[in-house]
């Protein structure tokens, strides 16, 4: 969220005439995400959400959603907010602002969360292809042919893939080893181990450290979507040439549970097309395939459907211009991998029948 609150700030300085000509991605990503609204329509929801308190009232004027006051200065709209709860300026630039401007940003992503409807179509849609262990899907995406292979199998057994997205905190912190999560278990597959079976080398750990050291400040967080790449260790055996650790979990201060922001979840994938698309002629041959996991399903407690549909929604809009590439999604559970069969099925990719 902190990128979501920033956008808000830019747009409440600058006001709504200046829209078309303001840098705001974050926003911009939501109002995609939603269907088919512009950032002013999204706002006026998001606003309107929060009632005819005071609460709304000042929100509304703090954009300048009022009738007839979208042309009106910052600083004139932040004045007027202010009589609305009866303090001064300073002390509702320092306070109320504040809350106020979280506030709409929670009421945006709780528009984002929600499934966009659909028209209702003239036939019924062709059911999923019952599950099975990989299913090939095809299509068109971005103008580009697309392959796409739903795998039903846990990371462990996956094998064939030149890079392995791998869900991680902000902190680019390992996992303990004998976590169930998806990056533990990469931890403990990428380690290079002695005769006995105990580990010699923890290659994870190690370039991770090795990687904040040189662009982090350790015990510092990273920005959400992050991506920090590593050697694959053991797992090259597998064919699996490179890990990307991307940071879609924030842990939540004095607790073991974490949070994910779905905004986060789009940012790594497109920060991991951009470093593929970089790495992709170091290799030989080059990189040519991606697998996802669900990102910020497990301990992020994120919806499945919601993580599959960021996922997938931020490949949409990066592929275009970028080298073709084959994308692997995977699932230890069949039932997860016949949710992401049904979805890319429903955005009009077609599973193959042999």
Do not use: C
């Amino acid at each position: 969220m902190p990128a979501l609150v920033d956008d808000l700030r830019v747009l409440r300085e600058r006001g709504l005439t200046r829209l078309r000509h303001t840098d705001l991605p974050s926003l911009r990503l939501l109002a995609d995400r939603i269907g088919d609204l512009g950032i002013e329509e999204m706002l006026r929801k998001a606003v309107a959400n929060l009632g005819e308190g005071e609460l709304g009232k000042a929100a509304m004027a703090t954009f300048g959603l009022d009738s007839g006051r979208r042309d009106k200065p910052a600083s004139d709209r932040r004045q007027r907010a202010a009589l609305i709860y009866g303090v001064s300026v300073e002390r509702f630039r320092k306070h109320q602002e504040r809350i106020l401007i979280e506030q709409v940003a929670e009421e945006i992503l709780k528009l984002a969360s929600r499934p966009s409807p659909q028209p209702l179509p003239q036939s019924p849609p062709p059911p999923p292809p019952p599950p099975a262990r990989q299913v090939v899907l095809r299509g068109q995406v971005a103008g580009l042919a697309l392959t796409v292979i739903v795998r039903a199998e846990p990371v462990e057994l996956l094998a064939g893939v030149d890079v392995l997205v791998v869900p991680t905190n902000s902190y680019m912190e390992p996992p303990q080893l004998f976590k169930s999560s998806v990056s533990a278990a990469v931890r403990r597959m990428a380690a290079t181990k002695n005769v006995d079976g105990h580990i010699a080398i923890d290659v994870v750990a190690a370039d991770l450290a090795a990687w904040v050291s040189k662009n982090a400040r350790r015990g510092l967080a990273v920005a959400l979507g992050a991506v920090a790449p590593t050697s694959a260790g053991e797992m090259s055996r597998r064919g699996i040439r490179r890990l990307y650790h991307v940071a879609v979990v924030s842990p939540q201060p004095s607790s073991n549970n974490y949070v994910v922001e779905p905004v986060a979840i789009a940012e790594g994938v497109r920060n991991v097309l951009a470093l593929a698309q970089a790495e992709r002629g170091l290799f030989s041959p080059a990189l040519r395939s991606i697998a996802f996991p669900l990102l910020g399903a497990g301990r992020g407690g994120l919806d499945q459907v919601t993580s599959f549909d960021w996922i997938w929604g931020a490949l949409e809009r990066e592929l275009a211009g970028l080298h073709p590439w084959e994308f692997h999604f995977f699932a230890r559970r069949p039932e997860q991998a016949a949710l992401m069969v049904s979805r890319l099925v429903a955005a009009g990719l077609t599973a193959d029948q042999h």
